[in-house]
């Protein structure tokens, strides 16, 4: 599992221990994501499914890309589609994906990468593997987070942020057994490269076998844990946790997490992807490819794509 990574995590800057008298979140639910396919085929876990979206809130679609090794000629995309009234966070850890879309955004990431999409009022994107990934193959792994809007921001301009994975903020647990990425947010005073409308916090953890990650959290905030791979345990309660597994923390001013001492050989530390963020507390209305307030908005949400008036696919350059 490549992302960003270093050579020695001694040499990070450290999170300090989370204080024994600090109240620590517990586990509210455990749940198993289900297994799909989206766009042309390609495999995912639904993180979300069967999951209160009072319990998400802000946060509305979580959903597992791979892990898959395609052989040459399988990797699929997703064909033009709109959005409205959200934004989409496309973080990669294994393989490259392409993006493009109506507002003159786009670009291709890689290991570590993210790409962060507003889509506001209104945009057309597509998502697809490079040619030269669909030609030779080869692994494909990352998530795609939908993080709503409140209502005075689903109107916003559309926006695009291409964050790399070398300025994603980069630290070390206490006793360096874990490494934390920030994508977005802060964590411990440490701040991560994503600018979001809803305040929020966005980590890739990798905790070593047999070692724990405490983390201060903001007690406005949710609290989530998603099993990217790996096993271990959740809350100071040690639920048991595996891949494809959401964990949702109750309140509190604090979460833990730790990995199983003894790890499948193709999994050799347990890989988390940590969400927090201040719910929006506002009726949500969610019809295929928009997220609104009210059916009303969402029906017109379909008349404005059907009628044009989303945005147009870019003429394609010969």
Same mark, same amino acid.
Request: zero cysteines; hydrophobic letters at 40%.
């Given at each position: 599992?490549?992302?960003?990574?270093?050579?020695?995590?001694?040499?990070?800057?450290?999170?300090?221990?989370? !204080?024994?008298?600090?109240?620590?979140?517990?586990?509210?639910?455990?749940?198993?994501?289900?297994?799909? $396919?989206?766009?042309?085929?390609?495999?995912?876990?639904?993180?979300?499914?069967?999951?209160?979206?009072?319990?998400?809130?802000?946060?509305?679609?979580?959903?597992?890309?791979?892990?898959?090794?395609?052989?040459?000629?399988?990797?699929?995309?997703? *064909?033009?589609?709109?959005?409205?009234?959200?934004? @989409?966070?496309?973080?990669?850890?294994?393989?490259?994906?392409?993006?493009?879309?109506?507002?003159?955004?786009?670009? =291709?990431?890689?290991?570590?990468?993210?790409?962060?999409?507003?889509?506001?009022?209104?945009?057309?994107?597509?998502?697809?593997?490079?040619?030269?990934?669909?030609?030779?193959?080869?692994?494909?792994?990352?998530?795609?987070?939908?993080?709503? +809007?409140?209502?005075?921001?689903?109107?916003?301009?559309?926006?695009?942020?291409?964050?790399?994975?070398?300025?994603?903020? +980069? +630290?070390? #647990?206490?006793?360096?057994? *874990?490494?934390?990425?920030?994508? *977005?947010?802060?964590?411990?005073?440490? !701040?991560?490269?994503? #600018?979001?409308?809803?305040?929020?916090?966005? =980590?890739? *953890?990798?905790?070593?076998?047999?070692?724990?990650?405490?983390?201060?959290?903001? @007690?406005?905030?949710?609290?989530?844990?998603?099993?990217?791979?790996?096993?271990?345990?959740?809350?100071?309660?040690?639920?048991?946790?595996?891949?494809?597994? =959401?964990?949702?923390?109750?309140?509190?001013?604090?979460?833990?997490?730790?990995?199983?001492?003894?790890?499948? #050989?193709?999994?050799?530390?347990?890989?988390?992807?940590?969400?927090?963020?201040?719910?929006?507390?506002?009726?949500?209305?969610?019809?295929?490819?928009?997220?609104?307030?009210?059916?009303?908005?969402?029906?017109?949400? $379909?008349? !404005?794509?059907?009628?044009?008036? =989303?945005?147009?696919?870019?003429?394609?350059?010969?």
């Amino acid at each position: 599992m490549p992302a960003i990574t270093v050579d020695d995590v001694t040499t990070l800057g450290r999170i300090a221990a989370v !204080d024994a008298a600090v109240r620590q979140r517990p586990v509210r639910s455990v749940t198993t994501a289900p297994s799909g $396919f989206e766009g042309e085929g390609f495999p995912v876990r639904r993180a979300f499914a069967g999951v209160d979206l009072s319990d998400l809130d802000p946060f509305v679609h979580l959903d597992q890309m791979g892990e898959v090794d395609y052989a040459p000629g399988e990797p699929k995309g997703t *064909a033009w589609h709109p959005h409205r009234g959200f934004e @989409t966070v496309t973080y990669l850890v294994d393989g490259t994906f392409e993006h493009q879309d109506s507002n003159g955004g786009g670009g =291709l990431i890689t290991n570590g990468d993210t790409q962060w999409m507003t889509a506001g009022k209104g945009i057309l994107h597509i998502e697809k593997p490079p040619e030269a990934l669909v030609t030779s193959g080869g692994l494909f792994h990352g998530v795609q987070l939908w993080v709503n +809007l409140p209502r005075d921001k689903k109107w916003a301009a559309p926006r695009y942020q291409d964050l790399r994975g070398d300025s994603v903020g +980069l +630290l070390a #647990s206490n006793d360096a057994g *874990a490494l934390v990425r920030i994508i *977005a947010g802060d964590v411990a005073g440490h !701040d991560g490269p994503g #600018s979001t409308y809803t305040p929020m916090t966005m =980590l890739h *953890a990798t905790v070593s076998p047999g070692a724990a990650l405490a983390l201060p959290w903001r @007690t406005d905030f949710n609290a989530l844990a998603y099993v990217l791979s790996g096993e271990g345990h959740a809350g100071t309660e040690r639920r048991p946790v595996r891949t494809g597994q =959401l964990v949702v923390f109750g309140a509190g001013d604090a979460i833990t997490v730790a990995a199983a001492g003894g790890q499948e #050989s193709r999994r050799p530390a347990l890989e988390l992807l940590l969400l927090g963020g201040r719910p929006i507390r506002e009726p949500v209305a969610w019809g295929g490819p928009f997220v609104m307030n009210t059916k009303a908005e969402v029906l017109q949400a $379909f008349e !404005d794509f059907q009628a044009g008036r =989303l945005g147009s696919v870019p003429a394609q350059q010969s």
